[in-house]
């Protein structure tokens, strides 16, 4: 361990190299991260099978009960080329616990952000909102999308990040205010109709993404999407870096 982290991490960078022995490493892993206030957990995709479709099974539990965020990157990860995060939403505001984590990503790489929201054959949660009969299903849900986002943003006191409302449909910015100054970040809205919602993400984040940041727990109609097996089957598959970020235990308790 300590050679490893002499051949990959800078000295400055460098923390300690902690081994403990332990029947279940993934629990081990996620409990001294809470209890030593991490900030992030970083695992290789792969176990030692190596799989290329499956990541290890005690990467997958770690992102299953972790409390801290976990990164989970293989080889082929390679910062300077990430501008473009993804986020699956079903317009929930668990599901928008994944905006800060990826809005910080977005500021430091200069990176788009998409929210993705899957459309299955029975419906989308949002289709029980108001809609307005000229437009169509997606723009309804935009605009149903956007709307949940704003009331997100109001809730949690995000006060210096706004939405500013693009000309093109889909298409809009974040305002990030500092002190004095600002910056922008696009966002792009995708809205698909697709048989399995978690294989409609593989398959977008295979074209789109750059990084997928995700929440472990929605609500609604999309509550089996990030809950259980299919957020396993997303973690699980994936060949794009996935980040997942677990909501407050308070919220969860009130869903």
């Given amino acids: 361990m300590e050679k490893a982290m002499d051949d990959y991490i800078a000295e ?13 490493p ?12 991490y900030d992030l957990i970083l695992m290789p995709t792969k176990g030692h099978h190596k799989s290329k479709l499956m990541r290890g099974s005690t990467t997958n539990k770690v992102v299953r009960h972790s409390a801290v965020p976990v ?22 505001s668990l599901s928008f616990t994944a905006l800060p984590l990826a809005l910080t990503l977005a500021t430091i790489y200069d990176a788009d952000i998409t929210f993705y929201h899957v459309q299955e054959l029975y419906g989308s949660p949002l289709d029980s909102e108001s809609r307005d009969p000229k437009k169509s299903d997606e723009q309804n849900i935009y605009e149903s999308l956007i709307g949940r986002l704003d009331d997100y943003l109001a809730a949690e006191g995000i006060d210096n990040v706004k939405i500013a409302r693009g000309d093109e449909k ?6 990030i205010s500092d002190n004095a100054s600002s910056r922008r970040v696009n966002i792009y809205t995708a809205i698909e109709r697709v048989v399995s919602a978690h294989l409609g993400i593989e398959d977008y984040a295979d074209e789109h993404a750059d990084v997928v940041v995700m929440a472990t727990h929605g609500h609604s ?3 089996h999407l990030l809950l259980g097996s299919t957020t396993e089957k997303v973690a699980q598959s994936l060949r794009t870096p996935v980040l997942t970020v677990k909501p407050d235990e308070k919220k969860l308790s009130k869903k």
Avoid at 71 to 92: C, Q, R
Avoid at 170 to 175: C, N, S, T
């Fill in 170 to 175: 889909f298409r809009d910015q974040f305002v």
């Fill in 26 to 37: 993934s629990t081990a892993i996620a409990e001294y991260a809470k209890d030593k206030n």
């Fill in 71 to 92: 990164f989970t990157v293989d080889e082929g990860l390679n910062a300077e080329g990430l501008k473009k995060i993804m986020i699956p939403t079903d317009g929930s």
């Fill in 221 to 223: 109609g999309f509550a």
């Fill in 12 to 24: 400055e960078s460098k923390g300690e190299a902690i081994c403990q022995i332990n029947r279940k």
